[in-house]
């Protein structure tokens, strides 16, 4: 950890140097093969983002795994479906069923693992199409996952298979997956597959996850998050006779105000170092996620002084950042707030902690995708830190791996919102982005 942490302080001068790659003439067939297989992908991603695969609940999933598995398998790759042990939200009505490719080459080593994630947020109100059509409008693939990520994940099983028409015999192994529930954690697709030693750096050696970071971007790792509640306890009373309880709302509000004009401002001044795009997620953040209190909506109501109200806080912070300070001073803050009125009472509760990862700075994946995106897209790469995190978490803190980036198709600006799309051209010389660096690292 502590050199994934320091290799996210890249040097504002740092570049790639552009190193001419061999077998040029190799190359210009893959590439070709690519730009021959265009209406095909296009129409495979389409099919993909028809299956509605809605997270929560996690709708769809078996369906959208065996459409994956049966095109993987008539490509000639040997396909394993897995559903995680032990995990509550794999269920008989939401199964969640991730799904496996493997082509081997010469040895089993290099290996390096595509992984795409297939599960999708619902999607909302604001939309001038139906979000499940997959319609092409104007050079661009629309729909939800359109950009996060059914298209990075089209790319990516297209890349592998026109290696195959190629006729490009590897030297070493290229494995595809497509997981779920990565808009809710993940636990259950790719920790799950790191958990059981499918992905594991005794036997992968490189990791990309073609997350919609757009065709000349590299991300390399990811921001860190600290989740949390904080519960306001209160003094239950009738709702005519107010003076007999304590408002756990009113202490909930006081407190969600003290966040937004005492805490928020000191983050905004704190600005990362790393690449953090877009630019404007650079700085510390804290975000109300949900709030509840009181009686339950939906019921019956009757009167009465609500003696609890939880909130949901989601702090984003910075490389240069640890998560012990980062503690100390929400608990410096609720600490304040008690002692102003001593009739407060508040309580913290961790929910989720990911801490800041990065790829080191002379990764081989950085280098083959930085290579193959001067050969297709004939310019330099620009290499990005994520505001928010995705499944390189896991591949870093489960499987032990490092050499992991993210590197897909589609405007990060456009996942999850109304009108997601994905432009045809970045779709396709995305997928010969990852070719060509697949070609690199293993053929």
């Known amino acids: 950890m502590e050199r994934a942490r320091r290799s996210l302080f890249l040097p504002s001068s740092w570049s790639l140097v552009f190193v001419p790659m061999p077998r040029e003439d190799t190359i210009d067939r ?9 209406e095909e992908l296009v129409d495979f991603v389409a099919e993909l983002i028809r299956i509605p695969t809605v997270n929560p609940p996690g709708e769809a ?8 598995g049966s095109r993987l398998s008539d490509w000639g790759m040997e ?3 897995l559903e995680p042990v032990d995990r509550p939200e794999n269920t008989e009505a939401y199964p969640r069923v991730n799904v496996i490719g493997r082509r081997a080459g010469e040895e089993a080593r290099p290996l390096l693992h595509l992984n795409g994630h297939f599960d999708v947020v619902p999607p909302g109100e604001g939309w001038t199409l139906d979000p499940f059509e997959g319609i092409v409008r104007n050079g661009r693939l629309y729909g939800r ?7 990075g994940l089209g790319a990516a099983a297209f890349a592998v298979e026109c290696l195959r028409r190629t006729g490009i015999d590897l030297r070493g192994t290229i494995e595809l997956s497509a997981t779920v529930d990565e808009e809710s954690g993940g636990m259950a697709g790719v920790a799950s597959l790191c958990a059981t030693g499918h992905i594991s750096s005794a036997r992968t050696d490189y990791v990309i996850i073609p997350e ?3 065709p000349d971007r590299i991300c390399v790792g990811h921001k860190g998050v600290y989740w949390f509640d904080i519960v306001a306890q209160g003094r239950v009373a009738h709702g005519s006779m107010p003076h007999l309880g304590r408002s756990a709302i009113d202490d909930m509000a006081a407190l969600v105000e003290a966040v937004r004009t005492q805490l928020k401002p000191r983050l905004s001044l704190r600005e990362s170092r790393v690449p953090v795009v ?4 650079a700085t510390a953040s804290i975000n109300v996620n949900a709030i509840s209190g009181g009686q339950p909506d939906g019921l019956v109501q009757t009167p009465c002084v609500a003696d609890l109200s939880v909130a949901t806080f989601d702090r984003r912070f910075l490389a240069e950042e640890t998560l012990d300070d980062v503690r100390a001073e929400i608990v410096e803050l609720v600490s304040a707030m008690e002692a102003e009125d001593p009739g407060r009472r508040y309580r913290i509760k961790d929910r989720l902690i990911v801490e800041p990862v990065s790829a080191p700075d002379d990764s081989p994946v950085i280098h083959a995708l930085a290579n193959a995106i001067q050969r297709v897209r004939g310019r330099s790469a620009e290499l990005v830190v994520s505001p928010g995190t995705y499944d390189q ?8 791996l490092e050499h992991c980036v993210a590197y897909g198709p ?16 970045d779709l396709v010389t995305a997928t010969q982005t990852l070719a060509v660096a697949a070609f690199e690292l293993v053929g």
């Open 30 to 38: 893959l590439l070709a093969e690519v730009e021959q297989a265009r």
């Open 145 to 151: 996952g359109a950009s996060d990520m059914k298209s």
């Open 61 to 68: 999933y078996e369906e959208c795994a065996r459409v994956i």
């Open 212 to 214: 919609p970071f757009g």
């Open 393 to 400: 978490k896991h591949v870093a803190r489960i499987a032990g």
């Open 410 to 425: 589609g405007p990060l600006e456009e996942a999850h919102q109304a009108d997601e799309s994905c432009a045809l051209d």
């Open 278 to 281: 877009p630019r404007e997620s």
């Open 79 to 81: 396909v394993e479906y």
